[in-house]
């Protein structure tokens, strides 16, 4: 969020500085595009401060003075702003509900304890979306909304957790779906990687959209599909065709042998999951 609002109002003619406690900016996405996002934001002309935290704001009149320091160390410096966003995360909002009246459970972030049908620890009483565990994103609720709703009435309802989409609403967007490969490696897992540029894009090159491109994670084994980074123009559309084959837990083959149009910034979905599986056509 914090990249996002950034980057409208730098697009806006402000000065805009992202002070980021980690040392990589847009923690959970793939490390490697990451790197290029933070470069595509820079020409945009905002500027970073990284393994900094802010120690302390106060207000001298109109404007905002800030002390930063770095991660580890003891000296610290100052930085003047007319705004401050802070956007350091999101946590449910459950205090103040009185929830264990009821008798329902809360764990050590504040989430509500449900079972695998969102039935809280008060059996007439469920729970979805940013109060439960899970990614706080809209669609996410959404989903269990829906599977609520179906099992209430009886049917079978079901949330793909592992096909959860994620989007950074930058120019250029930043989209995944799935595992990076950082967690790959952490879970021991096999895989293989197939990437492709958009600026091998023939629709990429036409519309002046060639930074970023697409990397597809694959099991080893089996070829599933395991996860699919995004960095470019539409990456928030373009995700919806990975999210669609991992929920049906498709093959890089699988969206390889599909057809796509051309030119489209589609095709490079399909050339990075040709590459997955060593048979890159246009790289």
Not at 67 to 86: F, P, Y
Not at 108 to 133: K, L, M, N, Q, W
Not at 209 to 228: C, N, P, Q, S
Request: with cysteine; net charge negative; charged share 25%.
């Amino acid at each position: 969020m914090g990249l996002e609002l950034g980057s409208v109002w730098k697009r806006l003619g402000s000065e805009v500085t992202i002070v980021e406690y980690g040392d990589h900016i847009a923690p959970g996405f793939d490390r490697g595009l990451g790197r290029q996002f933070q470069r595509s934001l820079e020409k945009l002309g905002l500027k970073f401060r990284l393994s900094t935290r802010v120690t302390k704001v106060a207000t001298e009149g109109a404007a905002l003075d800030l002390t930063l320091q770095k991660v580890g160390r003891e000296e610290t410096e100052a930085l003047e702003a007319d705004v401050v966003l802070v956007s350091i995360g999101r946590k449910p909002y459950t205090q103040g509900l009185d929830l264990g009246t009821v008798g329902i459970d809360t764990d050590e972030a504040g989430r509500i304890s449900v079972d695998s049908h969102f039935r809280t620890s008060c059996p007439s009483i469920y729970a979805i979306g940013d109060v439960i565990a899970g990614p706080m994103l809209a669609h996410k609720a959404e989903e269990e909304g829906i599977a609520l709703a179906e099992q209430l009435a009886g049917r079978v309802g079901h949330v793909p957790y592992d096909a959860i989409p994620s989007v950074v609403y930058t120019q250029p967007e930043f989209a995944m779906v799935g595992k990076t490969e950082e967690q790959l490696k952490q879970d021991g897992v096999a895989y293989k990687t197939g990437s492709f540029p958009f600026m091998a894009s023939a629709r990429a090159r036409a519309i002046a959209a060639t930074e970023g491109g697409v990397k597809v994670l694959t099991d080893a084994k089996t070829d599933r599909i395991l996860g699919v980074h995004i960095l470019g123009a539409s990456a928030g559309e373009l995700i919806a065709e990975a999210t669609l084959a991992m929920t049906f837990k498709a093959s890089a083959e699988d969206v390889a042998l599909a057809c796509h149009a051309h030119p489209t910034l589609s095709e490079a979905l399909k050339e990075a999951s040709l590459g997955a599986y060593d048979r890159a056509l246009h790289l």
